[in-house]
């Protein structure tokens, strides 16, 4: 089953109200699709009529929460609607009305596992950062590692004190007053990405070793993290370098204090017992 935990909440009511019943849906369809106790036709018409219903929530859900966003000039409002919009296409995909029971079973499964991780991935990497985007580029002193950030794992708090300075670096490099800076900027880029997947590594394998129960979270939310990383589309900086680069440091930022404080914080620090 999916869970709708604490670290899923954006702090927007309406939204997060409606991410559970997203989540309720995705988990009906689930246990529709794996009750043995009814006939294989049944199951496969009952899962059909979820999805439509799937379909249609999400739509309205969308809309609500990029209207939302639009009325707070949110900064990630494009960003929002392009995944909204990969999610759309996915779950519109399965042609229903000729579907047979053979294979649509094992077809609605697949896609269910992959719209329930996406919704999952989707909440925790993106939804939890809407109106709490802050303008850390003209602010450097968040990009400052702080007290505040610690989780008390020694490795864990080193490497986000390593990307804070990355990050840094990013800043400091777009106040340059520099005709081209882009081969400067992909190369600053370049170096947090590499660094970015060498801390998740670290850190998945650190929870890995404690038997932390968010490990499988947390291996979801970097996933994500590094897919976004992949997907950040550096020709667009030669338009406007100033503004492009704003908003990739604000996105960078902001992703990763909120990641920290509301997921690194709670792993645990583990302890050695004196024999």
């Known amino acids: 089953m999916y869970q709708f935990t604490d670290d899923c909440l954006t702090g927007i009511e309406t939204v997060d109200n409606e991410h559970r019943q997203l989540f309720q849906i995705i988990n009906e369809i689930a246990e529709t699709l794996m009750d043995e106790s009814k006939a294989a036709d049944e199951v496969l018409l009952s899962s059909k009529k979820l999805l439509v219903s799937l379909r249609r ?137 590499d660094y ?8 998945e394998r650190y929870m890995q070793s404690i038997q932390y129960e968010g490990l499988a979270v947390q291996q979801n939310v970097h996933k994500s993290f590094i897919d976004k990383i992949d997907n950040i589309n550096l020709a667009d900086m030669q338009e406007n370098q100033q503004v492009y680069l704003d908003v990739l440091i604000d996105f960078l930022a902001n992703w990763l204090i909120n990641h920290i404080m509301k997921m690194d914080q709670k792993i645990p620090v583990e302890t050695v017992e004196n024999s």
Request: aromatic residues 8%.
């Open 57 to 193: 929530y999400a739509a309205t859900h969308f809309a609500h929460e990029e209207n939302y966003m639009k009325e707070i000039h949110d900064p990630e409002l494009l960003r929002q609607k392009r995944e909204h919009a990969e999610f759309t296409e996915k779950v519109n995909s399965v042609d229903l009305e000729t579907m047979d029971v053979s294979k649509g079973i094992r077809v609605l499964l697949d896609m269910m596992e992959y719209l329930s991780l996406w919704l999952y991935r989707h909440i925790l990497s993106s939804d939890t950062l809407i109106g709490k985007m802050k303008n850390v580029h003209d602010n450097p002193v968040m990009l400052n590692f702080s007290e505040e950030y610690c989780t008390g794992v020694d490795l864990i708090d080193r490497e986000h004190r390593r990307l804070f300075e990355i990050l840094a670096d990013l800043n400091e490099l777009n106040s340059r007053e520099e005709a081209d800076k882009s081969d400067a900027i992909l190369d600053v880029v370049e170096e947090l990405k």
């Open 196 to 203: 970015t997947v060498k801390h998740f590594q670290d850190e």
